[in-house]
T-cell receptor, first 115, second 109 residues
């Protein structure tokens, strides 16, 4: 199993550009999520999905869109990049969600710089 | 006030030392607690869950104090390979998971 994969590893954008960060998992996990990690802030949840066709907002959703057309893929779209979106982005997945937390498996991250 | 707070460190310790990290959380309804480890420029990985009665995994011991709303991680006989950032994670049920900003540990030879 490849686990959780993310592309690209690095990206530089100019203000106003749009792009999509790709995330895929091969563990048949229902739950997938996107986080951003900034110095001194910890990981903050952007969007999450509990299954194909179902997505919801996390703590910091503004400026980002997601979709979940398949169980495996969960792309994150930046609509109009801003310098404040310079960050490291992690995608994560976990198994069936019940009332308790399941271990989250993270991808290797995408380092994004917006000039 | 942050929902989950950790001392950012860094903690600089010699090999073989014992080191302890604390983490406080503000939501008294929090249900599940974890420590994740994150190596430099890598993704976080689960280190261990934290149970009410305390639990041990080799050189690592985790404790939970619900009354005071803090969890701790004790590392005994530190190794060079323990150098990393340790993230405190608190879950309040379902998708409400909060990550602390992390505590950096450097173990020196």
């Amino acid at each position: 199993n490849a686990g959780v994969t993310q592309t690209p590893k690095f990206q530089v954008l100019k203000t106003g550009q749009s792009m999509t960060l790709q995330c895929a998992q091969d563990m048949n996990h229902e739950y997938m999520s996107w986080y951003r990690q900034d110095p001194g802030m910890g990981l903050r949840l952007i969007h999450y999905s509990v299954g194909a066709g179902i997505t919801d907002q996390g703590e910091v959703p503004n400026g980002y869109n997601v979709s979940r057309s398949t169980t495996e893929d969960f792309p994150l779209r930046l609509l109009s990049a801003a310098p404040s979106q310079t960050s490291v982005y992690f995608c994560a997945s976990s198994g069936p969600m019940g009332s308790s937390y399941n271990e989250q498996f993270f991808g290797p991250g995408t380092r994004l710089t917006v000039l | 006030r942050k929902e989950v707070e950790q001392d950012p460190g860094p903690f600089n310790v010699p090999e073989g030392a014992t080191v302890a990290f604390n983490c406080t959380y503000s939501n008294s309804a929090s249900q599940s607690f974890f420590w994740y480890r994150q190596d430099c420029r890598k993704e976080p990985k689960l280190l261990m869950s934290v149970y009410s009665s305390g639990n041990e995994d080799g050189r690592f011991t985790a404790q939970l104090n619900r009354a005071s709303q803090y969890i701790s991680l004790l590392i005994r006989d530190s190794k060079l390979s323990d150098s990393a950032t340790y993230l405190c994670v608190v879950n309040s049920g379902g998708f409400k998971t909060i990550f602390g900003a992390g505590t950096r540990l450097f173990v020196k030879a």
